[in-house]
């Protein structure tokens, strides 16, 4: 059976690798291929029945792809006011100024729609003083919203936002313009929170116990997110597979104990078969604790495990930890295809899988401390084994996580957690003032921990970022070569291979003569980062928010981090808030960075040129100093490296295009990014037969209201035979030049990668 198993989920991984779901005739032809196999299986030839779960592998992948892109948001209803009706499905997050709901969407501009596909809604400024009541998980309401495409940034080194949308079942985004109640009652759910914001707003860990009880982090600020990431222990305040086990635990050794205690006769013991019916009362506890958690991601696929290692205890089934954590995932995949488009997903895989392999490689230890000794042991394996997950998708490693795992998950699993459900207990019991007390208790420990934490997370120090670290895939080669079980005559020459490796490799990477261009997806803005030789050279920095963050936060910073790279120069085309809006988050972290441009340093202006390590700038508008400001003042630049030449007009139009060419500005070049995001107030015929570019690239946003890439200009350049890549279509696009070859190509667009990359509104139609 594990052999099928293994087969299905070979299958299962097989179908994300697809750039697009399977067409009607491949279905066919997958379903012949099926019952062939699976009659030659019956007829007892070898490896059909493996054939039979691969193929099944597949079907399952590719049927749960389609239907996870089957519906989508007609075009013609994005980004104009339309009423919908939704079913809240979650607890909403309520704060002020600032309300978002996911839900069910029920009906679109009066139309019902059958399938109820996820959706997900920000609510600016909402009109609470009007508003006779607050939204609920459980309610339906009448909204108007301006409605768009779930799509996200896609570059390397940040966060995949559409990949998490799509593993949520959330197929459309919006913003709500107004809105009312219609109908529906606040679930349990939603009405045990209420009872425990309003007893625990004023705790200092309150957000903490909410997190730990309810799997709501909504309550958590900035400030407890940089310290748990920084010190390791994010893990602690989502609720897992170390939490279910705790409550799944705790659940055994009270009912045993009961058990015990009823069962003294030996008649009774005859008749009552206590271990059972103790494993019984704890699945039933966690599936509590996991409905209390909202069937979250995590919660569910460590409540599939713990029902697997249950079902082999029920039934006396001895089966090797490997092979229970291959039937858990086999069960997580069923129960949620789209799990591996999560990361918490292969975090706790992996973690898993390094507890299993610590126990295989390595003996108990023996003699004092030995508790102590193997719980140490067991925080270092889970530190190394998930360093290059934490590093993928986390930017870095904190290197004492080690050291506050071991002093802080006895904490939080002996005091905090139990405290914390002890609390709950008495508050549905009816003691709320001592629930309350029970509380703050239970957040003691970190009240008195936590200015130790804080002053650890600022401690630069401490954090391994990706740009000081070898490559992945050279971590992943040593980790393997220090666990394997071999001799340590063999051990130290595959370990030093490795360092030799990543040195030879960051000589070669400074003695790369190559220079790559990458026009980051920043949606509506522009952000460009020049690479060469470990260095980069900015050009604009995205956008920033009234409600807070930027581009660079999200999105500049991680991918100058995974690139590795460390910028020295960098201009502002022009004060719009789309160009600059990340340049103080810039400045904050590089401040030896020589500025050009709005408000930035140095006034960018016609005649400035340099040389920056081997490619030349040159500023070719605006003539006149003194401001940045305007998008006819947005400074030009002109980046050559050989052969190749780039020409990056920020946001001029007409008049700047005309300005240009009177003045004859060697505006000539292989690589345009288009000026001012595609609009037509922009490249105009004549300005586009002057650039004769082979190749045009936009810099926008999917979802932006002006309907950018303006079609006129499409048309402009598609009777210039001149090919468009889009960042709103495909994502980062990324170009290497040795001065005279050029290539350019988007990393994260589905035409180079997999469906699940695709762009919402075209994986539907398979394109």
Same mark, same amino acid.
């Given at each position: 059976?594990?052999?099928?198993?293994?087969?299905?989920?070979?299958?299962?991984?097989?179908?994300?690798?697809?750039?697009?779901?399977?067409?009607?005739?491949?279905?066919?032809?997958?379903?012949?291929?099926?019952?062939?196999?699976?009659?030659?299986?019956?007829?007892?030839?070898?490896?059909?029945?493996?054939?039979?779960?691969?193929?099944?592998?597949?079907?399952?992948?590719?049927?749960?792809?389609?239907?996870?892109?089957?519906?989508?948001?007609?075009?013609?209803?994005?980004?104009?006011?339309?009423?919908?009706?939704?079913?809240?499905?979650?607890?909403?997050?309520?704060?002020?100024?600032?309300?978002?709901?996911?839900?069910?969407?029920?009906?679109?501009?009066?139309?019902?729609?059958?399938?109820?596909?996820?959706?997900?809604?920000?609510?600016?400024?909402?009109?609470?003083?009007?508003?006779?009541?607050?939204?609920?998980?459980?309610?339906?309401?009448?909204?108007?919203?301006?409605?768009?495409?779930?799509?996200?940034?896609?570059?390397?080194?940040?966060?995949?936002?559409?990949?998490?949308?799509?593993?949520?079942?959330?197929?459309?985004?919006?913003?709500?313009?107004?809105?009312?109640?219609?109908?529906?009652?606040?679930?349990?759910?939603?009405?045990?929170?209420?009872?425990?914001?309003?007893?625990?707003?004023?705790?200092?860990?309150?957000?903490?116990?909410?997190?730990?009880?309810?799997?709501?982090?909504?309550?958590?600020?900035?400030?407890?997110?940089?310290?748990?990431?920084?010190?390791?222990?994010?893990?602690?305040?989502?609720?897992?597979?170390?939490?279910?086990?705790?409550?799944?635990?705790?659940?055994?050794?009270?009912?045993?104990?009961?058990?015990?205690?009823?069962?003294?006769?030996?008649?009774?013991?005859?008749?009552?078969?206590?271990?059972?019916?103790?494993?019984?009362?704890?699945?039933?506890?966690?599936?509590?604790?996991?409905?209390?958690?909202?069937?979250?991601?995590?919660?569910?696929?460590?409540?599939?495990?713990?029902?697997?290692?249950?079902?082999?205890?029920?039934?006396?089934?001895?089966?090797?930890?490997?092979?229970?954590?291959?039937?858990?995932?086999?069960?997580?995949?069923?129960?949620?295809?789209?799990?591996?488009?999560?990361?918490?997903?292969?975090? /706790?895989?992996?973690?898993?899988?390094?507890?299993?392999?610590?126990?295989?490689?390595?003996?108990?230890?023996?003699?004092?401390?030995?508790?102590?000794?193997?719980?140490?042991?067991?925080?270092?394996?889970?530190?190394?084994?998930?360093?290059?997950?934490?590093?993928?998708?986390?930017?870095?490693?904190?290197?004492?996580?080690?050291?506050?795992?071991?002093?802080?998950?006895?904490?939080?699993?002996?005091?905090?957690?139990?405290?914390?459900?002890?609390?709950?207990?008495?508050?549905?019991?009816?003691?709320? /003032?001592?629930?309350?007390?029970?509380?703050?208790?239970?957040?003691?420990?970190?009240?008195?921990?936590?200015?130790?934490?804080?002053?650890?997370?600022?401690?630069?120090?401490?954090?391994?970022?990706?740009?000081?670290?070898?490559?992945?895939?050279?971590?992943?080669?040593?980790?393997?070569?220090?666990?394997?079980?071999?001799?340590?005559?063999?051990?130290?020459?595959?370990?030093?291979?490795?360092?030799?490796?990543?040195?030879?490799?960051?000589?070669?990477?400074?003695?790369?003569?190559?220079?790559?261009?990458?026009?980051?997806?920043?949606?509506?803005?522009?952000?460009?980062?020049?690479?060469?030789?470990?260095?980069?050279?900015?050009?604009?920095?995205?956008?920033?928010?009234?409600?807070?963050?930027?581009?660079?936060?999200?999105?500049?910073?991680?991918?100058?981090?995974?690139?590795?790279?460390?910028?020295?120069?960098?201009?502002?085309?022009?004060?719009?808030?789309?160009?600059?809006?990340?340049?103080?988050?810039?400045?904050?972290?590089?401040?030896?960075?020589?500025?050009?441009?709005?408000?930035?340093?140095?006034?960018? /202006?016609?005649?400035?040129?340099?040389?920056?390590?081997?490619?030349?700038?040159?500023?070719?508008?605006?003539?006149?100093?003194?401001?940045?400001?305007?998008?006819?003042?947005?400074?030009?630049?002109?980046?050559?490296?050989?052969?190749?030449?780039?020409?990056?007009?920020?946001?001029?139009?007409?008049?700047?295009?005309?300005?240009?060419?009177?003045?004859?500005?060697?505006?000539?070049?292989?690589?345009?990014?288009?000026?001012?995001?595609?609009?037509?107030?922009?490249?105009?015929?004549?300005?586009?037969?002057?650039?004769?570019?082979?190749?045009?690239?936009?810099?926008?946003?999917?979802?932006?209201?002006?309907?950018?890439?303006?079609?006129?200009?499409?048309?402009?350049?598609?009777?210039? /035979?001149?090919?468009?890549?889009?960042?709103?279509?495909?994502?980062?696009?990324?170009?290497?030049?040795?001065?005279?070859?050029?290539?350019?190509?988007?990393?994260?667009?589905?035409?180079?990668?997999?469906?699940?990359?695709?762009?919402?509104?075209?994986?539907?139609?398979?394109?």
């Amino acid at each position: 059976m594990d052999r099928w198993l293994c087969a299905f989920l070979a299958g299962f991984a097989l179908s994300f690798c697809f750039s697009s779901h399977l067409l009607m005739w491949q279905w066919l032809a997958g379903a012949v291929l099926l019952a062939l196999c699976g009659y030659l299986a019956i007829c007892k030839l070898p490896l059909m029945g493996t054939t039979v779960a691969l193929l099944c592998g597949i079907g399952w992948g590719s049927g749960n792809a389609y239907f996870a892109q089957s519906w989508q948001l007609d075009p013609d209803q994005a980004a104009t006011p339309i009423p919908i009706e939704v079913v809240i499905s979650r607890l909403p997050q309520l704060a002020e100024g600032f309300w978002r709901i996911e839900g069910k969407l029920l009906s679109l501009a009066g139309e019902a729609i059958p399938a109820a596909p996820g959706i997900r809604l920000n609510w600016y400024d909402p009109p609470v003083e009007t508003q006779p009541k607050l939204p609920q998980a459980g309610e339906t309401w009448l909204l108007t919203v301006r409605l768009r495409q779930p799509q996200g940034p896609r570059n390397e080194g940040g966060f995949l936002y559409h990949r998490y949308l799509l593993a949520s079942g959330i197929r459309a985004l919006g913003s709500v313009q107004d809105g009312r109640y219609f109908y529906g009652e606040p679930t349990l759910r939603q009405q045990l929170f209420n009872r425990m914001q309003q007893q625990l707003h004023s705790l200092g860990q309150g957000g903490v116990l909410t997190a730990l009880l309810m799997g709501e982090r909504q309550l958590l600020t900035d400030a407890h997110w940089f310290v748990f990431q920084r010190t390791g222990l994010a893990h602690l305040i989502a609720i897992s597979g170390l939490h279910l086990s705790l409550v799944a635990g705790a659940a055994i050794i009270l009912l045993s104990y009961s058990s015990r205690m009823l069962g003294r006769r030996r008649s009774r013991r005859d008749r009552f078969n206590g271990l059972i019916w103790c494993w019984w009362g704890a699945l039933l506890l966690a599936c509590g604790y996991a409905w209390l958690a909202g069937f979250g991601t995590a919660t569910v696929r460590a409540l599939s495990m713990f029902a697997v290692l249950f079902l082999h205890k029920k039934f006396a089934c001895y089966t090797p930890p490997g092979r229970v954590l291959l039937r858990a995932v086999g069960v997580v995949v069923l129960i949620e295809p789209m799990a591996p488009l999560q990361p918490g997903f292969w975090l /706790s895989v992996t973690a898993v899988a390094a507890i299993l392999l610590m126990n295989w490689r390595w003996q108990a230890l023996d003699g004092r401390f030995k508790a102590l000794r193997m719980l140490w042991r067991l925080e270092l394996m889970l530190t190394l084994a998930l360093w290059p997950l934490t590093l993928l998708w986390f930017g870095g490693l904190p290197l004492l996580a080690p050291v506050t795992n071991l002093l802080l998950v006895p904490v939080f699993s002996l005091w905090v957690l139990p405290l914390a459900l002890v609390g709950l207990a008495a508050m549905l019991a009816g003691g709320d /003032s001592l629930a309350y007390w029970i509380w703050w208790l239970a957040g003691q420990p970190l009240d008195y921990s936590w200015p130790l934490l804080n002053w650890l997370a600022e401690q630069p120090w401490q954090w391994l970022g990706t740009q000081v670290t070898p490559p992945i895939g050279l971590i992943m080669a040593g980790l393997l070569a220090l666990v394997w079980p071999w001799h340590w005559r063999y051990r130290l020459p595959a370990l030093t291979a490795v360092l030799v490796a990543a040195t030879v490799l960051h000589q070669l990477r400074l003695y790369d003569t190559n220079m790559y261009v990458h026009v980051l997806d920043v949606e509506q803005g522009s952000a460009l980062v020049v690479e060469r030789q470990g260095q980069a050279l900015l050009i604009d920095t995205g956008a920033s928010w009234q409600q807070g963050g930027d581009m660079a936060e999200r999105v500049i910073l991680p991918f100058l981090r995974q690139r590795r790279l460390q910028p020295e120069l960098a201009f502002v085309s022009h004060a719009d808030m789309d160009h600059r809006g990340g340049a103080d988050t810039i400045k904050k972290h590089y401040p030896a960075i020589r500025w050009f441009g709005a408000g930035q340093g140095f006034i960018c /202006s016609a005649g400035q040129s340099g040389n920056w390590r081997g490619v030349t700038w040159q500023v070719l508008h605006p003539r006149l100093e003194g401001h940045n400001r305007g998008n006819n003042n947005s400074c030009v630049i002109l980046l050559r490296h050989g052969d190749l030449k780039i020409l990056i007009p920020g946001d001029i139009e007409r008049r700047a295009e005309h300005d240009l060419l009177a003045r004859l500005a060697p505006v000539s070049a292989q690589v345009l990014i288009l000026a001012h995001h595609g609009s037509n107030s922009s490249s105009e015929d004549y300005f586009l037969r002057e650039v004769a570019p082979s190749v045009a690239i936009a810099s926008r946003g999917r979802n932006n209201p002006y309907k950018l890439v303006h079609p006129l200009v499409q048309e402009r350049l598609a009777r210039l /035979s001149v090919p468009l890549l889009d960042t709103a279509a495909g994502g980062q696009v990324s170009l290497i030049s040795d001065g005279r070859i050029w290539r350019v190509w988007q990393p994260l667009a589905a035409a180079a990668g997999a469906w699940f990359d695709a762009d919402a509104g075209s994986a539907a139609t398979g394109n």
